[in-house]
């Protein structure tokens, strides 16, 4: 007899929060999406954009919003490095059947790996790595554009701006990267400081496309910051494959952009990903239920 | 017959203003020192600090307060590199027999070249390049922490700060540097991280002279930025001698920890400063002098 329960799995984000309904046999019924869900934003913000999001899928699904109450839930959410938070979020009086609870980090890579030792790299704006080992979490990386976030696409971005000022100022060569960012910046330096005094990650993060492009098309500034920030990657893949990993996949907004400039000897540990985060979330719920059973 | 008229030099910087008074022979008669004097802080109140510092250098000369109004004023000034903040300086009214105001990069490497065209480096929490070649002011750098001051004090304890905090996770190999930084920063990133948030580019150069130490130690990662300072420098160095400049002056508080690392092609560029700021901002006001007679 097919097993009727309902699975539903939750990847909650600083700016967005994704829902999956699944049946327990892994057969997709619906998606759905809500608001900002970090933990920091206060619980009753991020449930409300939890339960929004569940609800979009429950309805996707075509299911009653009231089977919320006989759902299980698989939840990776932001902002949840303080055991304080951690702690606030399970006490959590949730509509749900059970709900179980981990960080952003985890879910993405339980959904990379599935069932099996592995690790993830997340190259987006920001940049972390982690390992699931024997079910222990272990992370390198992560801390924040200010001192943390190697190789990332603020990072990327960051080293292209400081570089090309350089270059208007013709400290550096000129050439297509430069020329590229100083005209968004107003070819000034008069512009560039005051925009440079309130920009945010993100705002350095949008130049990564810009010098990926230009490093594919041979601009020597360009190359030398996408070779740094594959090295810089390659960093942070010896030091999960040294906690154990043997495989990692590359994640995030700016992973395929790095990937072509990462050493040689990290490369056997890439592997593509089985799985979305989401994946991860209704695979995490899942195995709570086996492990309750 | 001796020249008797008198002279004050006078250094209006951020944090404090320095003046000394001289006779037109070059006699040094005293000194003074007052509070800020970066013109953005308002005119009164960097006025405020420059009469106090040359009431001060009067008094210690063993002159009248009210031989002001014969002497005559070489100011080199902070925060003057809008044309707007230059005029309204020019138009102040000031006490003196009269005043010429430069910046204070001009009167810095006024004072290190004396009459004869050449550069300086400045290497202090931050970092800027400018070259007097025939009397016309060429500047290099100097744009801020954010996206500029290339091998400033600041820039290299923040290329410590983010590369310790990759040691604390064994990313890369722990060593001197890394675990007097890490110390300092409560030896987790937890620490790290909100110090970092409200960090100044000030308290990045405080780790600057540890860095320094450390690669005179053989710490391989101390080294590493050192070296990277000293391409950066060489960088400057070259752009300078590039607009004309055959001997440049390093000046700052680091830069006598990053001589060590410059570059071989670039050292013979290298001179002593023949005198400071101060003598700078006197030659200035003689040199105006000079020009009305």
Redesign the interface.
Known sequence: MQDQRLLVGIDGGGTKCRARVATMDGEVLGEGQGGPANTRLGLDVAFGSIIAAVDIALASSGLDLDRKKEIHAGLGLAGLSLKRERDMVAAYDHPFASMTVESDAYIACLGAHGRTDGAILILGTGSCGTALLGGVEHT??G??F???D?ASGAHIG?QA??AS??AL????PWGGLSSEIMEQLGNS?EK??PW??T?TPGKYGKFAPSVSKWAMEGDPLAIRIMREAGEDAG??L??LE?KGAECVALIGGVASVIEPWLPADVMHLIVSPAGDSLDGALLLARMHLEGGE
């Open positions: 390198v990386g801390w924040g200010e001192i943390s190697h960051y701006v400081r000022l350089l100022e013709g400290v550096i330096p560039a400081v440079a005094e920009a960093l942070l010896r030091a040294a």
